[in-house]
């Protein structure tokens, strides 16, 4: 394993990158913005030869990085990728965040040849996973938000969508959304900033370098939630159980909640429920150490129903129930959250 932390923070733009790249510089990180990831593995060697005096490092690399990379025709493979270019008498680092950012290219993201798109995207992934490979402790943080909070906030600020396509800010996030996935999935972190402020989010980035950062200990987290009130984008795996008896349309139970012995009993009485949680045990039990060796830290199991009251909650309580023990033999963190419960 290298000696020198890197940190990557990606994400949905608009969802908080300068923010959390702010929040790392104030703790000592040296903070490059918008770093083309080509030149990332240079940049890293190049700190590896400062002799120990540069041991944390936080980039933020996102859609942006796209508009500084060269066509599929041009692209330099991985071993030529990373140089990076001189400046006129100098062969400094890059400067530190707020002053060494890379310039946009004009209109980047916007209209770009599709296999460019895929080169770049292919690319990153690729880099990062050599990356890896080579001992190097990569981590992944992924910001996002949910649209509704995303077109507010540049709705607020005037400022114009990377990708939009004919001023069209939804239409933008969808495409970064699915140009990012790749990234995304790579992530040991993913956070959901809708509901965090500026202050909120700065305190948990710096939390997760400061504690999160330097445990290996891996989180599970089940939620429960309901389909009414949306998706939680923080989820790894989507479970949908709204194919289970419904008890919200048996009298007695309509006006309890999943965690009242009585709604569970009724949930877990039928065959399917139990194949159901004995199937999901045994994915769990599959991809746990697969994530593990992908060093990833934190896996959201998200569990769905409709209004997230009932079922959702009755399978969350009773898979938290079966992993406890197994999870704490592996040494992993179990947390149990339930959305949704008090809505509706």
Known sequence: MKNIRVILISGLSG??????????????FYCVDNLPILLLPKFIELFEQSGGKISKVAVVEDIRGEGSYPTSQQAPNRAGAGQAPNRAGSGQAPNRAGSGQAPNRAGSGQGGDGAEEKNFL????????DLKREGYPIEILFLESSDPI??????????????AVGGSIREGLRLEREQLQGIR????????????????LKEKIQQYAQE???SSQMTVALLSFGYSFGIPFEADLLMDVRFLPNPYFVEE???????????????LQWEETKEFLRHVQ??????????????????????????GRHRSIVIVNQLAEMLRDELAKRGVFLSVKHRDAEKG
């Open 253 to 267: 139970l309509k006006r309890l909640k999943g965690d009242h012995p009585k709604v569970s009993e009724y949930v």
């Open 122 to 129: 292919k690319d990153s992934r690729r880099i990062l996973q």
């Open 150 to 163: 995303l077109m507010r906030r540049f709705s607020e600020t005037r400022r114009q969508h990377p990708l």
């Open 282 to 307: 045994e994915l769990i039990r599959f991809l746990l150490p697969l994530y593990e060796r992908e060093r990833k830290t934190h896996l959201t199991i998200a569990v769905g129903c409709t209004g």
């Open 185 to 200: 999935d790579m992530a040991n972190q993913v956070i959901d900033t809708s509901q965090l402020n500026v202050h909120q």
């Open 15 to 28: 969802s908080g990158k300068t923010t959390a790249i702010k929040a790392l510089e104030d703790i000592g």
């Open 212 to 214: 999160g950062g330097s």
